[in-house]
């Protein structure tokens, strides 16, 4: 049975170089800084390619963001990674822990996380389990 980590994080994008708009889809890439607040106390730092079509409502994005802190009291890191996309404006998201990433107390995790954004704020909800 998962546990489940809740709470909010801040993050700064920061763009990487100049994007490239060869054919009408710019692509990009971004630095990505999170501060996490709540069952998971730390940052992750990660690094994200773009590509923004003349859709306004169509877009896509991998990432890829080390975790590093505690969760539910645990130190250590893993990592997410991130694949996204923007269909006419129908949202997919799937960010989930890397296999095999985690260190220190956090070794061995799995998971999956969600994200919502809403008032100004991002939340969180992250289910996952480690070996006993």
């Known amino acids: 049975?998962?546990?489940?980590?809740?709470?909010?994080?801040?993050v700064k994008m920061t763009p990487i170089g100049k994007a490239n708009d060869d054919c009408g889809v710019a692509l990009?890439?971004?630095s990505l800084s999170k501060q996490f607040e709540g069952d998971m106390v730390g940052f992750g730092h990660g690094e994200m390619?773009?590509?923004?079509?003349?859709?306004?409502s169509?877009?896509?994005?991998v990432?890829?963001?080390?975790?590093?802190?505690?969760?539910?009291?645990r130190?250590?890191?893993f990592v997410f990674q991130h694949s996204g996309t923007l269909d006419q404006g129908a949202q997919r998201l799937a960010i989930s822990v890397v296999p095999d990433s985690g260190t220190e107390q956090l070794s061995g995790i799995r998971g999956t996380f969600?994200?919502?954004v809403g008032e100004g704020r991002?939340?969180?909800?992250?289910?996952y389990t480690l070996p006993t």
């Open 1 to 10: 049975m998962p546990t489940v980590a809740r709470g909010q994080f801040t």
């Open 28 to 30: 990009g890439r971004m």
């Open 49 to 56: 390619l773009t590509a923004l079509t003349p859709v306004k």
């Open 58 to 61: 169509s877009a896509g994005y």
């Open 63 to 73: 990432a890829v963001e080390r975790f590093s802190g505690s969760l539910h009291g």
């Open 75 to 77: 130190q250590g890191s």
């Open 114 to 116: 969600k994200l919502a």
């Open 122 to 127: 991002h939340t969180y909800e992250f289910k």
